[in-house]
């Protein structure tokens, strides 16, 4: 006899469904199925990381261009703060011949003229020499104070009252009650 017991009914059915002796499983194709799924994974994180890389590169660039044009605009707002200055439009009107006006009159809603209007004055060379162009103002240093509406080379502007405003008739003209400024010669 063998060493083994013969299997009869039931159980001989069952032995024939299972490999008779000790097989082995093909190791080649789970071998290579793993280092597929590690290649993949390699490559994946490197492609990954990759454009992680370029995202971040692209982001640098962008903050250096926003840096860049934010020192443009507020070099360009301090050029637009210096041409607005009181002095230097005062010369530029000097410049173009315009000179302060005189004193004005205002018209009441009724028709009047209201104050004296006079002339313009004629502009003086030493008050030319006083303005100086936004481009000789220091940026820093020690802050000047405003000059006093007395210094000033315009004539002051009287006072204005306001007039109270008349319910208008059916087919009144309207007249706006706000004064309006007349200028001499036109």
Known sequence: MSGKPELRGRAARLARLLPAGPRRAARTPFVLLVVLLLGGGLIGLLVLNSALSEGSFRMDDLQRDTKSLTDEEQALQRDIDSYSAPDALQRR????????GGDPAFLDPDGTVKGVPSAAAQPTQDAAAVVRPPEAIPLTGPTQAAPSPAASTFPAVPPVTPVPAAPLAQGTAFV???????TPGR
Do not use: D, F, Q
């Open 176 to 182: 706006p009650t706000a004064a309006t400024p007349t």
């Open 93 to 100: 009107a000097r410049e173009l011949g315009m000179v302060p």
